[in-house]
C-alpha cells in the first residue's frame, strides 16, 4: 500500500479531521464529550497546521503542530523550561497525533514523524513537545520522543509528556533514515561521500606549498574540462564571478550587447547597469530561443566591442545556442562573454575563444558551494583601475591566490573534479535526463522548455493554472523530495523545476518523484490526464 504526507488545506481534508478527532480522543480515548454531529474540533485549530497522511482520497493519519505559547503542556505542566536542564530557541507542541485503527502498523505514524522532522527542520524548529497517550509509548520512543515530567490527563485518558530535539535528530541514524530527503536541487548538490571527505580535512595555510600545488591541480583540471588557457578561481559565488566580469568590461570602456531570455540573463543586466557599462540589450520572452538573425543584424550595425549572454538559463532549463552565437562573435571580431554558472559540468564546455567566462563549485560540478570561476584566454590592459578584489588579471599576477582562500573548499572540488576525466560521466547524465523527460511525459507532466532545448540538468514543469506549484512542492519536501519551488519567478509562473545536478540522482528516485507527484496533483481534485 502507498499513501502520501501532506499538509491539509480543504475543506474536505478538514472535514475528515475533525472525524478521525472524534473517532480517537472522544470514542476511543474519552478525553472529550460526546456531540451529535461526531466531529471534534480542536481548540486551537486556527492556530494549528495538520501534516495529514492520506490513501488516495481518504485521511488515515494526521498530527496538528503549532508553535504558539503557551502550549497545552505549559497549561497542564506549568512552564514546560522548569522540567528540562537544556535550553532551546523555537519550541513547537505536536497535538492529535491519530492514526485509523485499520492502518495501525506502524508504517504511517513513521511516514508522519518523518513528515513532522521535515516540517520542523525546514521552520527552523530545534525542538518538537508532544502528549503521548501511555497506550503507544514504547512506539513514540522507538522514534526518539523523550519522556518527561509527569503523567497528565484523566485516569482513563493518561498522556505522557515527551519532546524530539533537533540534536536527537541529528544524531540518529533511525531518525535521519526516515526524514531522509533526496535532493533535486540545482544548488546546493547533495555532496558525494569522497568530496565530504576531502573537505572535512584540517585547514592548511594559503600560503604554504600544499595549497599552492593544490590551486595549481584545481586549475589544471578546471582549464582541460574547459580547454581555456587560463582561470581565476574566486572565494563567492556565481554573483561575484559575474560582478567580476562587470568590472573588467568596465575597464575595457567599450560598448557591448546583452542577451536576456530568462531570470539570469536580466541578472546580467543589472551587474552592467550597476557598472555603469555602455550597452544594447535584447530581450526574448522567458523559455524562448534567441532568433540569431536578429542578433546578427545588431551586430552588423551597433559596433560593438562584447556580447554576453547566459549559457544555460536556470529559471526555465533553455540551454541557449552557445554554437551559433560563439560564431557570430569570431564573424564580427566581438568578444564572447558567458554565464556558464549552471552549465559547466553539465554540458561539454569549449571556451578557448571565449573572452570571459564564469562558474562555480557547486550546482552540476557537484562540489561546495563557495568558490566561482572566470575563465579566460587572453587580457588586455584596462584603461582604469578595478577593485581589487574582481581584478581578474591580479589573480594572474599571484598565481591563482591573491588573498586567504579555503584550503577545504579547494580540496573537496579537487575530488569533485575527478569525475570529469571520464567523458562518460556527461554523457550517462543526458541519459537519465531524456529517460526522465519520457516518464515524465508519459504521465501527462507538460514542460516549459522541450528537451531539445533544455539543459541536461534542469526539468522545468508548468503546474495548472488552478494548482499551486508552491503547494505540491511544499507537500513534496514532506515526503521526502526537495524540488526547486520556491523562488519568486518560479511561483509566479507555477512552475516546478527538477535539477539532476546530484550525481546520486537516478531513474528509480525519479520514478518515485513522479509517482508522489501524479498523487498530490490528482489529490488536489484535478486529473492530471485533463492538460495533456
Known sequence: ???????????????????????????????????????????????????????????????AIRDIRPFSLDEKLGVIEEYLNFSFIKPCEVRLLAVKKTYRNGRVFTALTGGLIRYCLQKGHDIAFISGTTRQSKLYRHLGFQPFAHLVGKDE??????????????????????SHVRSFL??????????????????????????????????????????????AILTGSGTLSNDAVAAHLAGLNSKGLILTNGEFGDRLVDHAERFQLTFDHISYDWGTSFLIEEIENKLMEGNYDWLWFVHCETSTGMLNDFKKIESLCKQYSVKLCVDAISSIG?????????????????????????????????LENLSYPVPRYLDISYYEKCEGIPFSQSSNLFHALNVALDKFLDPSFIKERRSIFIQ?????????????????????????IAIPKDLSSLAIGEDLYLNGFLVHYRNRYLIENNWIQIALMNANNDLKQLKSLIRVMEKLIIDQSFSISAYQ
Open 1 to 63: 500500500m502507498s499513501f502520501t504526507i501532506k499538509m491539509a488545506r480543504d475543506k474536505d481534508e478538514f472535514d475528515q479531521i475533525f472525524d478521525l478527532n472524534y473517532e480517537t480522543f472522544v470514542e476511543e480515548i474519552p478525553q472529550h464529550e460526546q456531540n451529535d454531529k461526531k466531529k471534534l474540533l480542536d481548540r486551537f485549530h486556527a492556530e494549528n497546521q495538520y501534516i495529514i497522511c492520506k490513501h488516495d482520497s481518504e485521511v488515515i493519519g494526521m498530527m
Open 346 to 378: 553539465a554540458v561539454p564546455l569549449d571556451l578557448q575563444h571565449t573572452y570571459l567566462a564564469t562558474g562555480v563549485s557547486g550546482k552540476a560540478i557537484g562540489s561546495y558551494t563557495g568558490l566561482s570561476f572566470v575563465f579566460y584566454n587572453s
Open 436 to 460: 526522465a523527460c519520457e516518464m515524465f511525459k508519459d504521465k501527462g507532466f507538460h514542460f516549459v522548455i522541450d528537451n531539445q532545448h533544455s539543459s541536461p540538468c534542469v526539468l522545468t
Open 157 to 178: 485518558a493518561l498522556f505522557q509528556p515527551m519532546y524530539l530535539t533537533k540534536r536527537t535528530f541529528l544524531t540518529s541514524d533511525a531518525l535521519q533514515m526516515i
Open 186 to 231: 540545482p544548488g546546493p548538490v547533495a555532496i558525494d561521500k569522497e568530496v565530504q571527505t576531502a573537505f572535512d580535512q584540517q585547514p592548511i595555510w594559503h600560503r604554504s606549498e600544499e595549497h599552492s600545488n593544490m590551486v595549481a591541480a584545481v586549475k589544471t583540471k578546471l582549464k582541460e574540462m574547459t580547454n581555456a588557457k587560463q582561470v
